[in-house]
């Protein structure tokens, strides 16, 4: 029963500091400058004002059925951020000119269900907002 309470003492903290990361970084992301000219942090403001919930109430739907998703997801992006950036690389497939970064040694341990989440999104954006999202 105490480490029941203490898990879930343990939860609710590590809510709140993610909540408060998340927002703190919205709010420096939305002032700052472009990375790169020609592109906006608002530009799905205008062109899917819809986008920002619909990732939320999938992503909620997702972590309620299982929490360590999130862990997938994030090491799915520190995998895919940590050599030269953050390009989404690490979620194309392989051609013939060459194999993908899925293949890779280093990424061949990340969760399938990881990238499965990022292709129901993808499609779900798509159905909803039309090919304005990649």
């Known amino acids: 029963m105490i480490t029941e309470t203490m898990g879930s003492s343990n939860l609710c903290v590590l809510s709140v500091i993610v909540a408060m990361t998340v927002a703190s970084s919205e709010a420096k992301t939305k002032s700052a400058a472009p990375v790169v000219k020609g ?13 920002e919930a619909i990732i939320r109430n999938h992503l909620s739907h997702v972590f309620k059925k299982d929490i360590t998703q999130a862990a997938g997801l994030l090491r799915l992006h520190f995998h895919d951020c940590f050599v030269q950036g ?3 690389s690490v979620l194309l497939d392989g051609s013939a000119s060459g194999p993908s970064e899925k293949n890779a040694p280093p990424n061949l341990t990340l969760r399938p269900e990881a990238f499965k989440i990022i292709n129901d999104l993808q499609a779900l954006v798509h159905r909803q907002c039309g090919q304005v999202v990649s």
Request: charged share 20%.
């Open 39 to 51: 592109l906006s942090y608002t530009f799905y403001d205008s062109t899917c004002p819809k986008l």
């Open 86 to 88: 953050c390009d989404g």
